[in-house]
């Protein structure tokens, strides 16, 4: 997003002296990006950057060259950081997102999920920035599907918990904020082991053995792209709007299992299936999983504010590919 405006200049000519008014260039609107690092926020700062913002990313521990190293269960670094950026917006994607880590590490995970956006929401509201949280479809107990932005959250794991804390946090000191709640994501992996769904990859070419794979959990896998560009269009609309603020649901439309997502991924592939066995008992892990909690989000669709979610193939392709034995698979398929 460039903005214009007028600047006047000063032209000089023999014997006259002009003032002029020309259209400038202003530099683009600023956005802070936390997590930027993860899979969401690699997104996110594309998508803000592809569109002419000017874009600041944090991490931590997987800090890298031109992204901020931040410590944000560090009050203080929050407040520097603020400081030094001056962002016109804030999308806070940073998480200890893995229900089972979450379990196990509850403290770490607490500080991070509730106490840094805690600080976080405080902060922008006193500088003025807009503040988007990403939150989750895992604050509902899955019972009682589909849901809207005003039922009543019931979390059955600490990860639910603490994100529900995150978004109680978040309307407590940024009232103008927007929560926005999502399902399971995939996307542009760096390995693919940092989604649940591109996971699912190895469990496809171990053809040799038989793998069982949860066929009960309803999911609604969706691409962080899709994501991404909703968060823009979110924070662009409510730089200009104040009543675009509170809860918000986006989410893929295909309903699958796990076992679903790893038959699908195979046939995209052309690769064989039969070796994947679906699991219809509750599969024992540490933290329990809602068995649907699938999301309404017809509010951001009546404010035109949605994006059509990419098809689940197609996308998994795209994020794939790179992980196959010939990486000119794509090519040699497709051209």
Known sequence: MIRTGTELRIMFSPGRVRLVQEEAVVPGLRVLVTGATGLLGRAVCREFQNNGWLVTGTGYRRARPRLLRCDLTDEDAIKGLLQECQPDVIVHCAAERRPDVVERHTEAAVNLNVHATSTLAKEAALCGSFFLYISSDYVFDGRNPPYGEDDSPNPLNVYGRSKLEGERETMRHCPGAVVLRVPVLFGEVESVMESAVTSLWLKVQEVTESCTLDHCQQRFPTDARDVAAVCRKLSERARQDPSIRGIFHFSAKEQMTKYEMAVAIAQAFKLP???????????????????????????????????????????????LWPFTPDKRWRQTVFH
């Open 273 to 319: 299936s039969n070796h994947l066995i679906p699991l219809t008992e509750q599969p024992a892990v540490a933290a329990p999983r809602p068995i649907n909690s699938q999301l309404n989000c017809s509010r951001l669709e009546l404010l035109n504010l949605s994006v059509e979610p990419r098809p689940f193939t197609s996308a998994v392709i795209d994020c």
